[in-house]
């Protein structure tokens, strides 16, 4: 019989969090207590916020609904794996759906992961090879983790950057958020040397380190981090202006397209849109990514982008057989 109540509690809630009702009597002979006692810690769930519905008849049943908020998750051994190894893997890349939020909970469950559990994590990744891979640099999820968690808990970060000539600096910053364009992870953060907002690539970051100094937040010129990314990039050499027409509503193709990009205007008579958007990733990848939309489109500027349109388009149609 168990006769630790938070153990129990605990073990109890483990069970309710599979999707099925579970008879009393079944919860009573897991838990080897009275179906007195299951109903007293049941009572106590409801009274932390768990969401238990119990079920009328001759046994009598529990199960766990949706409640207006989430409360914690209990995981065992082979869940916790399971989701780090998933979240490793979407941070690894700039996966479209893989935000900030998603490493962020991955930093917070390989905080508490026992040290047998992170082995398992790293071995099964280390040996696991994806089908397919994101076509921009991969970056280790460990500096992810590290990012984030400075990101929530507003602690200095402390890392070794490379620049896009290749200059080496070593930078002490206040982290205010990651963003994801799809292709590749930004950090955007105050550069307490350079005294002034940046953008850094992930990818070229090494050597993260928390300092363990807290900060309070500054105020972000603009009015969010993807804002703040896309105006940083509008000032970057390598990047160019891309305006796009699309035969559907301005909603429809803003939810299929990376936040990054902007949100394209929509014409009066709401059933189409124009993009205008600044770009630093290559004219081939945005092609591609267009054409993914699901929607008809036609390439205003640049002449780059048109050719590279088009020449993808006579290709296609060569291995569709056409012509």
Same mark, same amino acid.
Do not use: N
């Given at each position: 019989m168990?006769?630790?109540?938070p /153990?129990? @509690?605990?073990?109890? @809630?483990s069970?309710l969090?599979? *999707? $099925? +009702?579970?008879p009393?009597?079944e919860l009573?002979?897991?838990?080897?207590?009275?179906?007195?006692?299951v109903?007293?810690?049941?009572?106590?769930l409801?009274e932390?916020?768990?969401?238990?519905?119990a079920?009328?008849?001759?046994?009598g049943?529990?199960?766990?609904? /949706?409640?207006k /908020?989430? *409360?914690?998750?209990?995981?065992?051994? +082979? +869940?916790?794996?399971?989701?780090?190894v998933?979240?490793?893997?979407?941070a690894?890349?700039?996966?479209?759906?893989v935000?900030?939020?998603?490493v $962020?909970?991955?930093?917070? !469950? +390989?905080q508490?992961?026992p040290?047998?559990l992170?082995?398992r994590?790293? %071995?099964?990744? =280390?040996?696991t090879?994806p !089908?397919?891979?994101g076509?921009?640099?991969?970056?280790?999820?460990?500096?992810l #983790?590290?990012?984030? &968690?400075?990101v929530?808990g507003q602690?200095?970060?402390r890392?070794?950057?490379?620049?896009g000539d290749?200059?080496?600096s070593?930078?002490?910053?206040?982290?205010?958020?990651?963003v994801? %364009?799809?292709?590749r992870?930004?950090?955007?953060?105050?550069?307490?040397?350079?005294?002034?907002?940046? #953008?850094?690539?992930?990818d070229r970051?090494?050597?993260?380190f928390?300092t363990? =100094?807290?900060?309070?937040?500054?105020e972000l *010129?603009?009015? &969010?981090? /993807?804002?703040y990314? $896309?105006q &940083?990039?509008?000032?970057? &050499?390598?990047?160019?202006e891309?305006?796009?027409?699309?035969a559907?509503?301005a909603?429809?193709?803003?939810?299929?397209?990376?936040g990054w990009?902007g949100?394209?205007?929509?014409?009066?008579?709401?059933?189409?849109?124009v993009?205008?958007?600044?770009?630093?990733?290559?004219?081939?990848?945005?092609?591609?990514? !267009?054409a993914?939309?699901?929607v008809?489109?036609?390439v205003?500027?640049?002449?780059e982008?048109v =050719?590279c349109?088009?020449?993808?388009?006579?290709?296609l149609g060569r291995?569709a057989g056409d012509?």
């Amino acid at each position: 019989m168990t006769t630790d109540t938070p /153990a129990r @509690l605990l073990t109890l @809630l483990s069970l309710l969090q599979t *999707p $099925r +009702e579970w008879p009393g009597g079944e919860l009573a002979e897991r838990l080897g207590v009275s179906r007195r006692t299951v109903r007293r810690d049941i009572d106590r769930l409801r009274e932390l916020g768990y969401p238990v519905q119990a079920t009328m008849g001759a046994d009598g049943g529990y199960r766990l609904v /949706a409640g207006k /908020a989430m *409360p914690p998750l209990v995981l065992d051994d +082979e +869940e916790a794996v399971a989701i780090a190894v998933g979240l490793r893997a979407g941070a690894g890349h700039a996966v479209e759906g893989v935000d900030e939020a998603s490493v $962020r909970a991955l930093a917070k !469950l +390989e905080q508490v992961l026992p040290g047998r559990l992170r082995h398992r994590v790293a %071995t099964l990744q =280390a040996a696991t090879t994806p !089908l397919t891979s994101g076509d921009g640099p991969s970056i280790a999820p460990e500096t992810l #983790t590290v990012m984030a &968690s400075t990101v929530a808990g507003q602690e200095r970060l402390r890392f070794a950057y490379r620049a896009g000539d290749g200059t080496e600096s070593r930078r002490l910053t206040e982290p205010y958020r990651l963003v994801s %364009t799809g292709r590749r992870w930004y950090l955007v953060a105050y550069d307490l040397d350079r005294d002034d907002w940046r #953008t850094f690539r992930v990818d070229r970051v090494s050597e993260p380190f928390a300092t363990g =100094a807290r900060f309070a937040p500054r105020e972000l *010129p603009t009015g &969010s981090a /993807a804002q703040y990314l $896309r105006q &940083s990039m509008q000032r970057r &050499s390598d990047s160019y202006e891309a305006v796009v027409a699309f035969a559907a509503p301005a909603e429809v193709v803003a939810a299929r397209l990376p936040g990054w990009l902007g949100t394209p205007e929509g014409a009066e008579d709401g059933t189409s849109c124009v993009l205008r958007a600044t770009v630093s990733d290559s004219v081939e990848w945005l092609a591609v990514r !267009l054409a993914m939309l699901g929607v008809e489109f036609r390439v205003r500027e640049p002449a780059e982008l048109v =050719a590279c349109v088009r020449d993808l388009g006579a290709r296609l149609g060569r291995a569709a057989g056409d012509g």
